[in-house]
């Protein structure tokens, strides 16, 4: 079964700060996606990480993924309160439909 | 704007009550899947439709019950449905399973069950 498991759960950052947000999945995937969910939105693909060592950056967030380790960080620099958000990392069953998605990391970015 | 269209946006209905979800998408997507998601947890995989057959039903109870008319329509009927069931549900498609594109989200259904 797999399983994908997010850390931190909750993060509260000051505006103009880095931070890194950890995706680590249990079994082998070559295709990891990172979503943004506003409150009561619905969600916004950032990111589509498709094969080791990539890294894809827009705006303030970079992230990278590392499928030997099974893991994919999502790292925000100089943090703005627009960015204020739940992210989620969701990874498939390499070629089945299905989707499984972290529990989501609830980011807060305070003046 | 998003590509998918969910309508109705909102929904209040009875334990006694049938009502549908309907969903859209006009981007040739193959591939069209239901997520159920309640309140700070991540969706859920419900139904997935690929190429308008039914490929994963994630044991479902039957009072939820897919239907693709075709391959840009995308519905979930409902019926007897109970309290704990009220939740965001979502609709996505994709380009299909061995696609490199993400799943595009609707706007969701917000359903309380009254």
């Known amino acids: 079964e797999l399983k994908v498991e997010q850390n931190p759960l909750f993060l509260s950052m000051q505006e103009g700060k880095n931070y890194t947000i950890y995706c680590n999945y249990s079994?082998?995937?070559?295709?990891l996606y990172w979503y943004r969910q506003d409150p009561g939105k619905s969600l916004e693909s950032l990111f589509v990480?498709?094969?080791?060592?990539a890294v894809k950056q827009e705006g303030r967030l970079m992230a990278s993924l590392d499928t030997k380790a099974r893991l994919s960080t999502l790292h925000i620099t100089a943090a703005v309160h627009d960015l204020s958000a739940t992210y989620f990392c969701?990874?498939?069953?390499?070629?089945?439909?299905?989707?499984?998605f972290g529990k989501g990391t609830k980011l807060t970015v305070n003046p | 704007d998003t590509e998918v269209t969910q309508t109705p946006k909102h929904l209040v209905m009875g334990m006694t009550n049938k009502k549908s979800l309907k969903c859209e998408q006009h981007?040739?997507?193959?591939?069209m899947y239901w997520y159920k998601q309640k309140a700070k947890k991540p969706p859920e995989l419900m139904f997935v439709?690929?190429?308008?057959?039914?490929?994963i039903n994630e044991s479902v109870p039957s009072r939820f019950s897919p239907e693709c008319p075709n391959s840009s329509l995308l519905n979930l009927h409902l019926h007897a449905l109970q309290p704990e069931d009220s939740a965001l549900y979502l609709c996505a498609s994709s380009q299909g399973p061995h696609s490199n594109q993400p799943q595009h989200f609707g706007d969701g259904t917000r359903l309380s069950i009254l």
């Open positions: 969701a990874v498939d069953l390499g070629g089945s439909e299905k989707l499984v």
């Open positions: 079994t082998t995937s070559d295709r």
């Open positions: 439709y690929s190429y308008e057959k039914l490929s």
């Open positions: 990480l498709l094969s080791n060592g």
């Open positions: 981007m040739g997507h193959r591939a």
